[in-house]
């Protein structure tokens, strides 16, 4: 890959444009301190696309492509903490022509750290169910936690940044031991919160 100016430039650039963007909103850090309070609902969700290449014993397998659809839905049961679901979310796993779906439903209980400005940091643990079909059906428990921060933008919006570890289990019927896989992802979405 041949590395330009425009490269180089095109980082700094977008952090510019998007700090110039949060600044120039002086009413949402007003209304954002409602957010993360008894009784505010949170709805969105967030989208990831993953390229990734395996390696077993030191030796490289084929390239594979992951893409994740997760919705949620989140109540706060007290102030900063909040009781969501994730009600399916969807990933399509891709490898040498051939392809997988499973479907995820998880649990995340969260705590949203309540600031005076427009930046909620957060930790989300993760407890749920995976079922993948690809000819053969396989199932499990799966569990993994994410955290990040979430950024009050136009007025009850939310961009949501994360890292987030999963360990997902899909083991066929019959088997006792593991079989799945170990995801750690990057990932951006958004939500909306309604008092």
């Known amino acids: 890959m041949n590395i330009t100016l425009t490269h180089i430039l095109r980082w ?3 952090a510019g444009l998007v700090i110039y963007a949060f600044s120039s909103f002086p009413s949402v850090g007003q209304e954002a301190r409602n957010f993360a309070a008894k009784g505010t609902t949170e709805v969105g969700g ?3 696309f993953q390229s ?3 390696v077993f014993n030191g030796n490289t ?4 492509t992951l893409f994740t659809m997760a919705p949620f839905i989140g109540y706060f049961v007290s102030d900063g903490f909040e009781i969501g679901v994730n009600p399916l979310g969807v990933s399509v796993f891709s490898i040498s022509g051939s392809s997988s779906t499973s479907f995820r439903i998880f649990v995340a209980p969260s705590y949203n750290f309540k600031t005076e400005g427009i930046v909620y940091p957060f930790i989300e643990a993760l407890l749920g169910y995976t079922t993948e079909s ?3 059906s396989r199932s499990g428990f799966s569990w993994g936690g994410r955290a990040g921060v979430k950024l009050a933008v136009m007025g009850n919006g939310l961009l949501n940044l994360g890292v987030q570890y999963l ?3 899909l083991n ?3 088997t006792s031991n593991r079989y799945g896989t170990n995801e750690f992802a990057v ?3 958004f939500t909306i919160w309604i008092k």
């Open 12 to 14: 700094p650039v977008l």
């Open 46 to 48: 967030n989208i990831s």
């Open 52 to 54: 990734l290449t395996p």
């Open 61 to 64: 397998g084929d390239a594979a």
């Open 134 to 136: 690809n000819g053969a």
């Open 167 to 169: 360990q997902i289990t």
């Open 172 to 174: 066929p019927s019959g």
């Open 187 to 189: 990932s951006a979405g």
